[in-house]
């Protein structure tokens, strides 16, 4: 069975730094797509970044150049590396995994929320001026 266990949230102020974990038991990397999603009040998940199975990544256009999203195998462990935050990336953040198959033929940054078969409880990211 799969099982995502986010960890790392917190509160920050504008211009800091956080680091997402998302522990993920039962997920081969060689067949998931890998996201990071996140969820403001009020507000529908966005997809923040993907990672698919042959590695290839995609962003949000409003976290390009600031977030980075990587996965350590060995470690079963996905990462979102926050840089120079800002108030409007406050959020709830969830870990998501899908089958390479699942949602066939969207591409993994073609996804969205619903796309995706497995869920992380979320980790909440609070960013104040």
């Known amino acids: 069975a799969v099982h995502l266990v986010e960890s790392g949230g917190g509160s920050v102020q504008v211009g800091g730094s956080l680091r997402l974990s998302c522990a993920a038991s039962?997920?081969?990397?060689?067949?998931?797509?890998m996201a990071w999603f996140r969820q403001a009040p009020g507000k529908e998940h966005e997809g923040v970044a993907t990672?698919?199975?042959?590695?290839?990544?995609t962003y949000v256009d409003s976290v390009k150049g600031r977030f980075t999203i990587s996965r350590d195998s060995s470690r079963n462990t996905l990462y979102l590396q926050m840089n120079n935050l800002s108030l409007d990336d406050s959020a709830m953040y969830y870990c998501?995994?899908?089958?390479?198959?699942?949602?066939?033929?969207?591409?993994?940054?073609?996804?969205?929320?619903?796309?995706?078969?497995?869920y992380g409880q979320g980790t909440q990211v609070t960013v104040s001026s």
């Open positions: 998501a995994a899908g089958g390479s198959d699942y949602a066939y033929p969207l591409s993994c940054g073609e996804r969205i929320w619903d796309d995706y078969n497995h």
């Open positions: 990672i698919d199975s042959d590695g290839s990544i």
């Open positions: 039962g997920v081969t990397y060689n067949d998931y797509c």
